[in-house]
């Protein structure tokens, strides 16, 4: 079937630290993975996406890096900063035109 | 400068009693999705639209329908609300699919059953 584990599912860091957040994925069709960000009692928003035909992507302090053989994609945070406290959400498509959202990771940034 | 509307953001209604929760999108999206979200658990897709079609999940209780009478607006319909429909409920729409360019996501509309 279609699914996307997440761990941890929750992880405390220091400030200025780097948290890593792990999915995989059961299903060699998906080819877009995205991460969403959702703060308490707000909306999921986009952070960052990769595509199945690139293995990193960065956008300053946030990166995603994606293992297609091992079906597995994987957020990374540096330089952590209180703002950063959230629930992430990874996601997939399997090959189709709606995501699956893993069960989401709770951050929480230690000043 | 909201994109995707969801109203209200609140809604109480009774056990029982028929409730509709309502999304609006200003991004001319072919695609607009309905998921249920419980306390920080993953969003669940319940069904979407592409365009007029109706894709309805496998396992969405028959109690949930949805309305899309136009390509801006779409509705979700719960005809029996009970105690476990208490959620975030949010709307996303996306051009072309979602599963290829990702979700814009309305503020959701958190409903409690009493």
């Known amino acids: 079937g279609e699914n996307v584990e997440q761990h941890p599912s929750t992880l405390s860091v220091q400030e200025g630290d780097s948290a890593v957040i792990k999915c995989t994925y059961s299903?060699?069709?998906?080819?877009?993975f995205p991460w969403y960000k959702q703060e308490l009692g707000k909306r999921p928003q986009l952070i960052i996406d990769?595509?199945?035909?690139?293995g990193e992507k960065k956008d300053q302090r946030i990166a995603v890096t994606l293992n297609k053989t091992a079906k597995h994609f994987s957020l990374h945070i540096t330089e952590t900063q209180p703002e950063d406290s959230a629930v992430y959400f990874c996601?997939?498509?399997?090959?189709?035109?709606?995501?699956?959202f893993g069960t989401g990771t709770r951050l929480t940034i230690i000043p | 400068d909201a994109m995707v509307i969801q109203n209200p953001r609140y809604q109480v209604t009774q056990f029982g009693k028929p409730v509709t929760l309502s999304c609006s999108q200003t991004?001319?999206?072919?695609?607009m999705y309905w998921y249920q979200q419980k306390s920080s658990q993953a969003p669940k897709l319940l069904f979407h639209?592409?365009?007029?079609?109706?894709?309805n999940e496998a396992d969405t209780p028959d109690n949930f329908q949805s309305r899309r009478p136009n390509t801006s607006f779409c509705f979700l319909d719960i005809r029996s609300p009970g105690l476990g429909d208490a959620a975030m409920y949010l709307c996303?729409?996306?051009?072309?699919?979602?599963?290829?360019?990702?979700?814009?996501f309305g503020s959701g509309t958190r409903l409690t059953v009493v």
């Open positions: 996303a729409t996306s051009r072309e699919g979602g599963g290829y360019y990702g979700y814009t």
């Open positions: 299903d060699s069709a998906s080819n877009y």
């Open positions: 990769i595509r199945s035909n690139v």
């Open positions: 996601a997939t498509n399997f090959g189709n035109e709606k995501l699956t």
């Open positions: 991004l001319n999206h072919n695609v």
């Open positions: 639209y592409y365009d007029k079609d109706f894709n």
